[in-house]
């Protein structure tokens, strides 16, 4: 059974950084890994994908302030974050399309995900 284990997630002051990491059980080649999040009261939306052997995208909000980056055994899914804000708390997932490789629009709508970590909380005080 596959599975997705974030960590690195914790409590940080409005400029501050954090970077979340993700340990797959397996290794899924052809696929996408995504990091998303989910804010209290809100939906879960797309923070960052990466997938076709590198290829990434960002939510608008990050562009500039997220790189994220896998490790070269893809294993190792990781989120750098800078610059936060309070509008970036919420809980961060990490998730998988395990093999399948859906269309480059849709690399940030968590229906094409169905491997999910259990989360990891971001907050950012001002």
């Known amino acids: 059974q596959a599975q997705l284990v974030e960590s690195g997630g914790g409590s940080v002051q409005t400029g501050g950084s954090l970077t979340l990491s993700c340990e797959a059980s397996?290794?899924?080649?052809?696929?996408?890994m995504g990091w998303f999040r989910q804010a209290a009261g809100k939906e879960r939306e797309g923070v960052a994908s990466i997938c076709n052997f590198g290829s990434s995208v960002y939510e608008d909000s990050v562009v500039r302030r997220f790189t994220i980056s896998q490790d070269n055994t893809k294993k190792t899914l990781y989120l750098q974050m800078t610059t936060l804000g309070p509008e970036d708390t919420g809980t961060y997932y990490c998730?998988?399309?395990?093999?399948?490789?859906?269309?480059?629009?849709?690399?940030?709508?968590?229906?094409?995900?169905?491997?999910w970590g259990q989360g990891t909380q971001v907050t950012v005080s001002s």
């Open positions: 998730a998988s399309t395990r093999d399948r490789r859906p269309p480059p629009k849709s690399w940030l709508d968590a229906r094409e995900y169905d491997l």
């Open positions: 397996k290794i899924f080649r052809g696929g996408c």
